[in-house]
């Protein structure tokens, strides 16, 4: 496991010194780590169903982060680590600027700051880019995860609808996109699973009193 631990702290070391070369002080870097017992299961049983089980060693290596690594972790049960990073950087957790990092290109539905770190440049995500980009990952769907999205529906499909509707406002946007399912013969809430597992959570969708989760609902 030494090579794994050598690789991890040089992996966040390229990370923070991009950063620095980009003009962002080393103040305090937040690992996200996936928790147990994720939410989006419970919306639709078959998510990440067909994913390969862990490589062994994986839970002695998260241990070794969580408690001895000296980095600083954010974990928490039934959320994962992409939800975590959503919500410290739509929340009032951190005080000053954040900046977003992750390879996983829904993470972009967060508004805020986030490094392109093939790029080496930081990109400004807007409140509507975002909200733009869960429209279209619940249309489209992620193989990958488990989730369809709706059939018949590809980017150019999904860029079309967004062109036409956008400009009327999120509310008209989700209306039309309920439609279209309707069209397919599937339910206002066929389109909500679909788009509960789709959205990366922000602050606003999280109750930090209990806990829990605050499934998505259209504005």
Not at 53 to 70: A, D, I, N, T
Not at 105 to 110: C, E
Not at 152 to 164: A, W, Y
């Amino acid at each position: 496991m030494g090579d794994a631990k050598a690789k991890f702290r040089a992996d966040i070391e390229k990370i923070e010194a991009a950063l620095e070369r980009l003009g962002v002080p080393r103040k305090q870097t937040i690992l996200c780590i996936t928790g147990k017992d994720n939410f989006r299961k419970e919306v639709l049983p078959t998510y990440k169903g067909h994913r390969k089980r862990k490589p062994p060693g994986y839970s002695q290596f998260q241990e070794w982060v969580l408690e001895e690594s000296g980095y600083t972790v954010f974990l928490r049960p039934r959320l994962e680590a992409d939800d975590c990073l959503g919500i410290l950087g739509t929340g009032p957790t951190i005080k000053g600027p954040k900046v977003i990092w992750s390879e996983d290109k829904d993470l972009r539905q967060i508004p805020g700051t986030h490094l392109d770190m093939k790029n080496r440049q930081l990109v400004e995500v807007s409140e509507l880019d975002g909200e733009l980009l869960h429209v279209k990952q619940t249309l489209t769907g992620d193989v990958t995860d488990g989730y369809t999205g709706l059939k018949g529906f590809g980017p150019v499909s999904v860029n079309k609808l967004i062109d036409k509707h956008a400009k009327d406002g999120l509310p008209a946007l989700w209306a039309a996109v309920q439609e279209q399912f309707e069209k397919k013969g599937m339910t206002r809430e066929d389109m909500l699973v679909q788009a509960r597992v789709a959205r990366i959570l922000r602050a606003s969708d999280y109750n930090f009193k209990n806990k829990e989760v605050i499934l998505w609902q259209p504005k």
